[in-house]
């Protein structure tokens, strides 16, 4: 089983801030990686995919990169509705998510 | 618009089978892509489940494979999940969503359905 690390675990920015996130993989995904955003009692929602994809309607404020079992997320100027849990997942194999990374305004 | 709806049971006893359903609007299953569950227990993260096409073709979490199968009903639009001999491990929100395998990703997701293994 592949295992995706996050961190950090918990982020804390202020609106404004550029958030920088990491997923670390136990082997290589190639590029078959994906990044959800949380918010309490929502499902994930779809950021990117393919590394560096984004998903249908997301701003461009949100960008992806990375390959192998290095990836990042990049939020490059924090909305006030950007604070959540954001998660990656690969499908190399089956599906595997990481733990998630808790963004919190500061 | 693609949406996906979760039903089923909200608490299973312990040793039972537990049953979801998720309907599907918007998109006809028989045109394609696969379907999956996925869950997440309280504080935690999330866990897929398994997925599954219209032609019948399913794929499982090798962790869950023996408690799992998963249906698809085109007459209905919908699929299935039965989890059986359950314990209170497997209470989470369960979520239905859209595989977009071809790409690596889940793309539309249900709203999620609480499922409480309790006697």
């Known amino acids: 089983e592949i295992v995706l690390t996050q961190s950090p675990a918990t982020l804390s920015l202020s609106p404004g801030e550029r958030a920088t996130l990491s997923c670390r993989a136990s082997q290589s995904v190639s590029s078959s990686l994906a990044w959800y955003q949380q918010k309490p009692g929502q499902a994930p929602r779809l950021l990117i995919y393919?590394?560096?994809n984004r998903a249908t309607g997301i701003p461009a404020r949100f960008s992806g990169s990375g390959s192998g079992t290095d990836f990042t997320l990049t939020i490059s100027s924090l909305e006030p509705e950007d604070f959540a849990v954001y998660s990656c997942q690969q499908r190399s194999d089956w599906y595997t998510f990481g733990q998630g990374t808790k963004l919190e305004i500061k | 618009q693609v949406q996906l709806q979760e039903s089923g049971p909200g608490l299973v006893k312990p040793s039972e089978t537990l049953s979801l359903t998720c309907a599907v609007s918007g998109y006809s299953i028989s045109s394609g892509y696969y379907w999956g569950w996925i869950r997440q227990p309280p504080g935690k993260g999330l866990e897929w489940i398994g997925s599954?096409?219209?032609?019948?073709?399913?794929f499982y979490n090798p962790s869950l494979r023996s408690r799992i199968t998963i249906s698809v009903d085109t007459s209905e639009n919908q699929f299935s999940l039965k989890l059986s001999s359950v314990t209170a491990a497997d209470t989470a929100v369960y979520y239905c969503?859209?595989?977009?395998?071809?790409?690596?990703?889940?793309?539309?997701w249900g709203q999620g359905a609480l499922v409480t293994v309790s006697s």
């Open positions: 969503a859209r595989d977009r395998d071809e790409i690596g990703a889940l793309d539309y």
């Open positions: 393919g590394a560096s």
């Open positions: 599954t096409h219209h032609s019948g073709h399913t």
